[in-house]
C-alpha cells in the first residue's frame, strides 16, 4: 500500500549520533500530520522498512536492525519519573494498527 502524508517534518540528524538507519534525516510526525491512502501511486519509493505488527510480537521481524511501524496512539500513560537521571525518565505508549493489533512501547 501506498500513502501520501502531508505535514510531517524532516529534520536533520545531529552529527555523532546514533544512526538506526543510512539516512541523514528523520520523518516527525506531528498533530497536524495527515495520512491518506494512495491508490494509483506512481512517484519515488523512500527507503521505510515497515514491518506488519503480527510479525513484530512473533519476533519474525529482523532481530538486527530497526524497521519502522506506523499506527493510531491509543493511550499514553504517565510519565514515569522513578529514577534521579532524567534521560532514564519512561513514557509508555500503546499503538494499534487498522488491523486493531496493538504495540505497546517503553521509551526512554
Same mark, same amino acid.
Given at each position: 500500500?501506498?500513502?501520501? %502524508? $502531508? #505535514? +510531517? &517534518?524532516?529534520?536533520?540528524?545531529?552529527?555523532?549520533?546514533? $544512526?538506526? @538507519?543510512?539516512?541523514?534525516?528523520?520523518?516527525?510526525?506531528?498533530?497536524? @500530520?495527515?495520512?491518506?491512502?494512495?491508490?494509483?501511486? +506512481?512517484?519515488?519509493?523512500?527507503?521505510? =522498512?515497515?514491518?506488519?505488527?503480527? &510479525? %513484530?510480537? =512473533?519476533?519474525?521481524?529482523?532481530?538486527?536492525? +530497526?524497521?519502522?511501524?506506523? #499506527?493510531?496512539?491509543?493511550?499514553?500513560?504517565? %510519565?514515569?519519573?522513578?529514577?534521579?537521571?532524567? +534521560?532514564?525518565? $519512561?513514557?509508555? %505508549?500503546?499503538?494499534?494498527?487498522? $488491523?486493531?493489533?496493538?504495540? !505497546?512501547? !517503553? =521509551?526512554?
Amino acid at each position: 500500500m501506498t500513502f501520501y %502524508i $502531508k #505535514g +510531517s &517534518n524532516f529534520a536533520a540528524l545531529k552529527t555523532g549520533s546514533f $544512526k538506526l @538507519t543510512p539516512q541523514d534525516q528523520k520523518l516527525t510526525f506531528v498533530q497536524e @500530520t495527515v495520512v491518506t491512502e494512495c491508490n494509483d501511486f +506512481s512517484g519515488y519509493e523512500f527507503g521505510f =522498512s515497515f514491518v506488519d505488527y503480527q &510479525n %513484530i510480537l =512473533s519476533l519474525a521481524h529482523p532481530q538486527d536492525t +530497526s524497521v519502522d511501524v506506523v #499506527g493510531l496512539v491509543v493511550a499514553v500513560a504517565e %510519565i514515569q519519573q522513578d529514577h534521579p537521571d532524567k +534521560s532514564k525518565h $519512561k513514557l509508555n %505508549i500503546n499503538i494499534q494498527d487498522a $488491523k486493531l493489533v496493538f504495540l !505497546y512501547f !517503553y =521509551s526512554f
